[in-house]
Structures are given as structure tokens and as C-alpha cells.
């Protein structure tokens, strides 16, 4: 299946741990109370003395030429419309969007503006700078465990318990009026977006199967984007320019002799993995473009003879291990994927379970137990890495 071909209805949601999931129904309660996030953003507005703001509006199904009749009408100006999924970006007057949002064409909006104002107005602190610059030198899969961690016995939340509010998004998306509307619904045949790292547990529990709109079952992650500038740095992209011809399974690369899965002709290049302050483990990787297989050197012995080709993500769920030694042994899972640039490959090491986390609020697996679910617990994931 190709990953990238959309379903008869795709909802891309775009989320960032700063903002909530929003759902949508075809009925709207009789009033609609705004948000939180909107009220704060608005008040941002109203103290800050902007006239205008941008605001996000998702339109009912079908009814997309309704909603640009009622911002025309309020006086509002369209920047950005998607015209399959129902998705306007506007800019209108403050003053005037309580009355815009109220039209029954609308199903859902966020405000856009402001809600990065902490940066705007304070810049990086030197506290957010330290921390950011700590990143760069992070061991894969995080710090070695020196002691154990204390941890806080806590009971198992029933499943009844695990569904009150409190435990869940209700109070900011109404996702237990959503459920009461359509029982059935698991968000098969959807596919959303998440926008972030995309180096996430890609065998997490949560990140089980997803079911297409006939009742397949397919892989919860439908792949991964990568939408890095190539004239930005990304330790992910690997420079795959060194091409092998070899009539024979040894190959040596830069004094360094290399068993090969076969003779034939390949490209080579290394992704070098930081374990922590100065310290790199390097990683070759082989890639035979003709048949689309790729193998990493996944325990740094120089030979790829028993490691298992892998296919790009995009392509085919194939997920591998690395092996790292310092400063402590460890695996950390990864997949590979195609760059855009040419002899490019990527290699997505997983990060830890943050980008799990966000991604099953909305399309986590039902677990055995039961309790822990996302909204749409069949629906896709696609990681955008940004």
C-alpha cells in the first residue's frame, strides 16, 4: 500500500505538544463554549491591542463555500484554503470572531496568532538555551540509569474510572459527545499527521495496527516525511555517495574491509550516532538502489552478512535495532527511509516515548486491558519531522 495515497475522507490533524486535538460532528450543540486555548489567545489579543487576528476554521462537510461567505461577511480575509478537507486559515477583526465562529457552516476553529507570544516577547532564555544545546550531545535513547528511580505505586484506573473526565480531552474537545454520536466510530480509513520530531517508539504497544476503511488490518504508522531543509543540518540524513562494484562480499572503504550481503554494486555511506558528549559510534550503512534494500551495520563488526534488508519506511514497516556500547549497552530501535536528495537516505533512531505519548491521544491502540486507548484507536499516524 502506498502510505501516501490519501483515503476518501482524510483529517490531517496537526499536532504539537502546546496544542490540543480537536474532533468535530456533523451536529453542533446548540451553543458552542470557546476554548481555553482560544480565550487565552484572544485576551493575548484584546491586552496586546491587535486589531486583527488569524484564526483557523474547519467547515462542516460540504459546506466550505458557506464559511467563506460568512467571513466575506464579517469582513474577514481568506489567507489559506484546502478545499478537500475543508480548511481555512483567515484573518479577521478581533472583535468580530465570537460572531464569525457562531455560524452553524463552521465545525471547529483555533486562533492562530499569539501562540508563541512567550518567544516572541522574551526571546530564548538563557535557561531554554542551555537546555537546547544539552540536546546536542544526548545519547541516543537518553542518559545512562546510574541508580534506580523511585517510583510511586499507584493503582490501575478502571475502565470507567480511565474514561471520567479529568482523564481524558473532554473538557477541551468534546470527545464524549463525538463517541455518544457515532458509537461505532474508531477512525478506520484516517490518517493524521503529527508534526514534530518523528523519531518516535515505533514498536510502542499504542503503535500497534491501524484498519483501513474496508476492515484491513494495516500498520499504525502509514511512514515518515521528512520536510528538513537540505540546507539545514539533520543527523538523520546520511550522505550515501560512496559507490561499491564488487565482484566479491569484501569491500574495503576508507582502510576499513567490509563483508558484504553479496557481490554486486551498492551505496555506501555512515550514520554516526552520538552516545554522549564527544563520543560517536559510527554505523555503515548499504543501499542497493536496483532492488530497494537497505542494511545497517547494526553491532559495528564491518559486515553486513547477517543483518536483515530493510525497506524504507514509506514502503514497507521494517523495523531494526541498533546496538550501542557506551556509555552503557543498550538497543535502540530505528527505521529507514529515502531522502530527497539524491543518494540520500534517512535513519530515524527512536527518541524515547515522548512522540508515542502525543501520538496515542489520538490514535493509540486499545490495550488488553482496555483502559488506555486513543480517540481514534484505528485510525494511521504519519510523522512529519520538522
Do not use: C
Amino acid at each position: 500500500m502506498n502510505p501516501y495515497r490519501p483515503f476518501p475522507r482524510m483529517v490531517a490533524l496537526l499536532m504539537f505538544t502546546t496544542s490540543s486535538v480537536s474532533l468535530y460532528s456533523q451536529k453542533k450543540p446548540p451553543s458552542r463554549a470557546m476554548s481555553f486555548s482560544n480565550r487565552q489567545l484572544l485576551n493575548r489579543a484584546a491586552v496586546g491591542k491587535q486589531s486583527a487576528i488569524e484564526v483557523m476554521l474547519l467547515a462542516e462537510i460540504g459546506k466550505l463555500d458557506e464559511v467563506k461567505r460568512a467571513v466575506s461577511s464579517a469582513g474577514g480575509l481568506s489567507l489559506r484554503e484546502d478545499i478537500p478537507t475543508g480548511y481555512m486559515r483567515v484573518q479577521i477583526a478581533s472583535e468580530r470572531l465570537s460572531a464569525l465562529v457562531a455560524d452553524p457552516s463552521i465545525a471547529a476553529y483555533q486562533i492562530a496568532s499569539n501562540a508563541n507570544m512567550i518567544w516572541d516577547q522574551e526571546g530564548q532564555s538563557e535557561e531554554i538555551s542551555k537546555m537546547y544545546r544539552r540536546y546536542e550531545s544526548r545519547a541516543l535513547g537518553g542518559d545512562p540509569m546510574t541508580q534506580k528511580q523511585d517510583q510511586i505505586d499507584l493503582p490501575t484506573l478502571t475502565v470507567p474510572e480511565s474514561r471520567a473526565y479529568g482523564y481524558t480531552g473532554e473538557e477541551e474537545t468534546g470527545i464524549g459527545e463525538w463517541l455518544s454520536q457515532h458509537p461505532s466510530w474508531d477512525g478506520r480509513g484516517v490518517t493524521i499527521a503529527l508534526l514534530e520530531s518523528a523519531l518516535p517508539e515505533f514498536t510502542h504497544p499504542t503503535m500497534k495496527f491501524a484498519k483501513s476503511l474496508d476492515g484491513k488490518t494495516v500498520p499504525k504508522i502509514a511512514g515518515v516525511i521528512n520536510t528538513v531543509d537540505l540546507s539545514e543540518q539533520d543527523f538523520t540524513r546520511i550522505d550515501m555517495k560512496t559507490t561499491i562494484h564488487s565482484e566479491t562480499t569484501w569491500y574495503t572503504v576508507n582502510g576499513r574491509t567490509y563483508i558484504l550481503p553479496r557481490s554486486g554494486n551498492f551505496q555506501f555511506g555512515i550514520f554516526s550516532a552520538v552516545s554522549g558528549g564527544s563520543v560517536h559510534e559510527d554505523f555503515a550503512v548499504l543501499w542497493d538502489q536496483a532492488s530497494g534494500e537497505i542494511w545497517v551495520d547494526t553491532d559495528g563488526d564491518a559486515s553486513f552478512e547477517k543483518e536483515t534488508a530493510l525497506r524504507d519506511i514509506n514502503e514497507h514497516f521494517d523495523v531494526g535495532y541498533l546496538n550501542l556500547t557506551y556509555p552503557e549497552k543498550k538497543k535502540i530501535e530505528f527505521v529507514v527511509a529515502k531522502g530527497r536528495a539524491p543518494n540520500t537516505l534517512h535513519l530515524y533512531p527512536s527518541r524515547g516515548g515522548h512522540q508515542a505519548m502525543t501520538a496515542s491521544v489520538a490514535a493509540g491502540s486499545r490495550t488488553e486491558d482496555g483502559v488506555a486507548s486513543g480517540v481514534a484507536p484505528n485510525s494511521r499516524v504519519m510523522f512529519v519531522r520538522n
